[in-house]
């Protein structure tokens, strides 16, 4: 079984839609694939609907953004209730807040670079707004000639046009995530190249609060940092998954580049207490649940 636990569609900052994502997953000889936009669902039933087609499995999940002390965190939650008003809730919160910081980044811009307010919005198609957007319209607009060179440039943390946005306090997250009947991964927890990364002492309270498991094997994390995390993972009693976090063209990273042991999965569609359990890549829809 070949299973990658982490893409983004254009429901956020993939460059696939949902359908030719789960195609895309097919294609990349995939079991499963699990759908994890940035803060939203809205993804989840055309997903659904190709996973069929395709005859893989779709986990329907979100990359909830996070924040603590003013470091930027993400985490993986997979298998939740849709329908849960507090997480939902929380996820409407930080899209909102996600379009107030990026019109921030984007009129300090304007300053100095070509480029405006809808040309981003248009990038955005409808889905969570993020700083690939803006780097989407850099590019369109010639200042830029990558995503990549957009982040080097503009875009990254240390940068003076990142503006941070708000986002739930993690331990909370957790918290929601497991209220709605879902499963909490720690999403690249050791990726330094994007910023600051927060104590293990706060993987710990993460994992009192409920998480399960930390996402090791991932790009943006090298061999030492992998084993050190493995350790992490195994002192507290964690479990180890690897996936590609796929963005289409937006990014190198390809499907199934890093996946996550069979085991991983069975024991992470175990704790899931939702009920949303994919059964032949078809999921429960709203209505039914
Ligand atoms: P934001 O969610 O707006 O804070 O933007 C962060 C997102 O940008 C990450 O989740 C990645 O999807 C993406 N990203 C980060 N670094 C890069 C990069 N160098 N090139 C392309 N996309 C990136
Ligand atoms: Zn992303
Ligand atoms: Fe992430
Ligand atoms: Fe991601």
Redesign the pocket.
């Known amino acids: 079984m070949r299973i990658d636990l982490h893409s983004?569609s254009t429901a956020s900052?993939g460059t696939d839609s949902p359908a030719q994502l789960v195609a895309a997953a097919g294609a990349a000889d995939l079991d499963v694939v699990a759908l994890t936009d940035?803060d939203t669902v809205s993804g989840w039933d055309d997903a659904a609907a190709a996973a069929q087609l395709a005859g893989i499995t779709v986990v329907p999940g979100a990359e909830i953004?996070c924040r603590w002390h003013g470091v930027?965190l993400?985490l993986l939650a997979y298998l939740f209730d849709r329908n849960d008003a507090a997480l939902l809730a929380e996820m409407e919160r930080t899209r909102s807040g996600?379009v107030s910081r990026a019109e921030i980044m984007v009129a300090q811009l304007a300053t100095r670079y070509p480029i405006t307010w809808p040309q981003v919005q248009r990038h955005a198609s409808g889905g969570t707004i993020?700083?690939?957007h803006i780097?989407d319209a850099l590019v369109a607009s010639g200042v830029v000639s990558s995503?990549?060179e957009a982040?080097?440039r503009f875009l990254h943390s240390r940068s003076p046009y990142y503006v941070p946005?708000v986002a739930p306090e993690p331990v909370h997250a957790v918290r929601l995530v497991r209220a709605a009947g879902g499963v909490a991964v720690f999403a690249h927890p050791g990726a330094q190249a994007?910023g600051a990364v927060v104590p293990d002492s706060l993987i710990g309270e993460m994992a009192a609060a409920g998480m399960l498991g930390l996402e090791v094997a991932h790009r943006d994390h090298d061999e030492p940092t992998r084993t050190r995390l493995r350790a992490l993972a195994g002192e507290l009693g964690l479990l180890v998954t690897g996936s590609s976090d796929y963005?289409g063209t937006?990014?190198l990273n390809r499907l199934g580049e890093n996946t996550t042991s069979e085991e991983a999965y069975d024991a992470i569609v175990a704790a899931a207490t939702s009920g949303l359990v994919p059964v032949n890549g078809r999921l429960p829809s709203a209505e039914e649940s």
């Open positions: 983004h900052d940035h953004s930027s993400h996600r993020g700083r690939p780097a995503r990549d982040f080097d946005h994007r963005h937006g990014k």
